[in-house]
């Protein structure tokens, strides 16, 4: 009986409100595929699309998942899977459109880019 209430404890748990951090691994990732998007003045857009995604935000992980061999023609497999992973947390889509917003912000105003640490 103990052994399955250990099982059923962390059954029905989520992760925590708020923005989902990457990992160290992820975060250049997640990094570089913010900044392209504000380079290439997508902003609006991207946070848009970000919004509208938000209900299926696990369903397109599992579909970057599936993808995943035709995708690594163009993209690294490793970093295909790692952002997968970083969109299948509940705060992903968060995390995103803040450092996008900020990346925007900072390029208007003509500043250089901060890191994700600084703004924390």
């Not at 989902?20 to 997640?30: H, L, Y």
């Not at 970057?64 to 947390?89: G, K, N, T, Y």
């Amino acid at each position: 009986m103990k052994r399955l209430r250990e099982i059923l404890a962390n059954a029905f748990a989520v992760d925590p409100p708020g923005p989902a951090e990457p990992t160290d691994f992820e975060r250049p990732i997640v990094e570089r595929l913010c900044r392209e998007v504000v380079k290439r003045r997508m902003t609006a857009p991207a946070l848009l699309a970000l919004e509208c995604s938000r209900p299926m935000n696990y369903l397109g992980s599992q579909a970057m998942h599936f993808f995943q061999p035709m995708a690594s023609v163009l993209v690294s497999p490793r970093h295909w899977d790692a952002f997968a992973a970083f969109l299948e947390r509940r705060g992903s889509l968060e995390y995103l459109s803040r450092r996008i917003e900020a990346l925007d912000r900072e390029q208007e105003a003509g500043d250089p880019p901060a890191s994700p640490a600084a703004e924390s």
